[in-house]
């Protein structure tokens, strides 16, 4: 079975570009999750999706960072103007049941490291 | 609120070595999950372990063993006779109400040959 995959693996560009991410969960996984992981720390989520609606957006900084994930599958997620504390892993997630819960796992794909000049 | 702490951030051993990788969580829930990540260079967090608030059983699998303890809201790891492979860093997560993953900060392995 394939993993979480991700585009691109590294990025650099410099602060007020735009940049966007990919990512394809594991076939059959409902629910998305889109993670920032800063150098030393633990990821932090930033948004979750059931299907293609989004369920936890609340550490969105929703003012330069969107995320979409049409047909329930896909996911883009997008930073319009970068910042330079956005330089960051960027992980995504997948796990597969209908309703997240306490109990499932969620699996995890290589990340995309973004850095900001 | 849910809080994960990893009180090590980073420990070096021999190869052959066991070492022991601390973990204390906070929660008011009476159902909770515990997870053990571990990311590797490369970058990708791989699932090691989940475990539920009512299953204290340690657990073995190959080096590696968990001990589960709800007294001390503790949930460490073992990494027994201790491989360059698996120098990486060791991540423990809390899934408690409201459904979010909240990870501690993580602890650096560095295994020497």
């Known amino acids: 079975e394939a993993g979480v995959a991700q585009s691109p693996r590294y990025k650099i560009i410099e602060k007020r570009q735009s940049v966007a991410f990919w990512c394809n969960p594991i076939?059959?996984?409902?629910?998305l999750y889109w993670y920032q992981q800063i150098l030393g720390q633990g990821p932090k989520l930033l948004i979750q999706f059931q299907n293609n609606g989004v369920v936890d957006d609340s550490q969105l900084p929703k003012d330069r960072f969107s995320a979409e994930r049409l047909k329930g599958v896909d996911s883009t997620l997008k930073i319009q103007p970068a910042k330079l504390e956005d330089s960051a892993v960027y992980l995504c997630?997948?796990?597969?049941?209908?309703?997240?819960?306490?109990?499932?796992?969620?699996?995890f794909g290589p990340g995309t490291r973004l850095t900001v000049l | 609120a849910q809080k994960v702490t990893q009180a090590q951030t980073e420990i070096s051993v021999v190869e052959k070595e066991d070492v022991t990788l601390d973990c204390v969580y906070e929660t008011r829930d009476t159902t909770y999950y515990l997870f053990w990540y571990k990311q590797p260079p490369s970058g990708e967090l791989v699932f090691l372990i989940r475990r539920n608030s009512f299953d204290e059983q340690n657990e073995i699998s190959g080096r590696y063993s968990w001990n589960f303890q709800k007294s001390t809201s503790s949930f460490n790891f073992t990494i027994t006779a201790s491989q360059v492979v698996d120098s990486a860093v060791y991540f423990c997560?809390?899934?408690?109400?409201?459904?979010?993953?909240?990870f501690g900060g993580g602890t650096r392995v560095l295994v020497k040959p």
């Open positions: 076939s059959g996984h409902a629910t």
């Open positions: 997630a997948s796990s597969s049941v209908r309703m997240a819960t306490r109990a499932d796992t969620q699996y």
């Open positions: 997560a809390l899934k408690a109400a409201g459904n979010k993953l909240t």
